[in-house]
């Protein structure tokens, strides 16, 4: 981690929240559906993909998550008449992780077949290692029992190839990401390059072994990893995709789109976005890095 980085990140709390506004215009969509259909309108023309998810997640109130389930569905129905391109994201706490896993399930799996109806499909967020054996079984059940549903993985966790042998015979459809929230080293690997090393493994494996693979990244090597191995393996466009998050990096995902892969664009939005955008700026400063200096017209390095 940079100078540059452990400065944002220490320095969150004393930002003002107009500033913390200013930034996060740059990676959140706005608070309401309107504004995350004209995010994914923009991407389209593009030529992007969008990936939408509704801000929030450690729900503790059953309200709190029936709420989410219906604003999904909402979400779902709009994408479907406005012909965008895009599915959603869903966070297993925001639906009830937190509260009963059964009551959680039962919540994502009518999302998931609303996106059926719609012929659309449902990404199911990873989020800290206390909520991973749930999100992995949930998904596990959703697959078989519905499809259209896709699971993240985390480079930086240990167990993380030992979950790739158990999925593969499912043929999953996986995003593969590095990993944001601060885990002891008894469960992530912390050095940086050692987490480039696993990223850019357990992808050849996913690639390998049949899996459908977002490659979740804006790290410029591992783009170019990336690609490298969908070429060495024959794979077709079809058969992969990159990802990143709006507002990260643009130029990189010009590239990415120039060189003839599909790239698809998380965005997010909600009225949670402060909540939101400082945890995500002191669990990824990186994050910040990227678009603090795209503020100031420096570019990414």
């Known amino acids: 981690m940079t100078l540059f980085d452990q400065l944002i990140r220490h ?25 995350a259909m004209n995010a994914i309108r923009e ?26 389930v219906a604003q999904y569905l909402e979400l779902l129905e709009t994408i479907d008449r406005e012909k965008v391109d895009a599915n959603v994201s869903i966070k297993p706490t925001m639906l009830g992780l937190k509260i009963d896993a059964t009551m959680c399930y039962g919540n994502i799996r009518t999302i998931v077949e609303r996106a059926v109806g719609f012929d659309n499909f449902v990404r199911i967020d990873m989020e800290d290692h206390t909520c991973t054996d749930a999100t992995l079984e949930i998904y596990r059940r959703l697959h078989t029992e519905v499809g259209h549903v896709g699971v993240v993985l985390q480079a930086y966790l240990h167990r993380t190839v030992e979950d790739i042998n158990d999925l593969l015979p499912l043929k999953p459809n996986i995003r593969l990401c590095k990993g944001i929230y601060r885990e002891p080293r008894t469960i992530a690997w912390k ?46 466009p079809s058969q992969y995709e990159f990802q990143m998050l709006l507002g990260v990096d643009p130029e990189l995902r010009r590239i990415i789109l120039d060189r003839g892969h599909r790239l698809r664009v998380y965005v997010p939005f909600g009225r949670d976005w402060y909540p939101y955008s400082m945890r995500r700026l002191r669990e990824n400063p990186t994050v910040a890095h990227h678009v603090t200096r795209a503020i100031l017209g420096l570019g990414p390095r």
């Not at 320095?11 to 504004?35: N, S």
């Not at 991407?43 to 989410?68: C, F, I, P, Q, S």
């Open 191 to 236: 050095q940086y390059e050692t987490v480039r090393a696993n990223f850019i493994s357990t992808m050849e494996k996913l690639i390998a072994g049949g899996a459908y693979v977002g490659i979740a990244t804006h790290d410029a090597h591992l783009v170019w990893a990336g690609m490298t191995a969908v070429d060495r393996l024959g794979l077709d």
């Open 11 to 35: 320095g969150m709390p004393f930002v003002p929240k107009p500033i913390v506004g200013k930034v996060a215009q740059r990676y959140v969509a706005g608070e309401e559906i309107p504004d």
């Open 43 to 68: 991407l389209n023309a593009e030529g992007a993909m969008a990936t939408v998810d509704v801000l929030g997640e450690e729900v503790h109130e059953r309200g709190k998550a029936e709420a989410a």
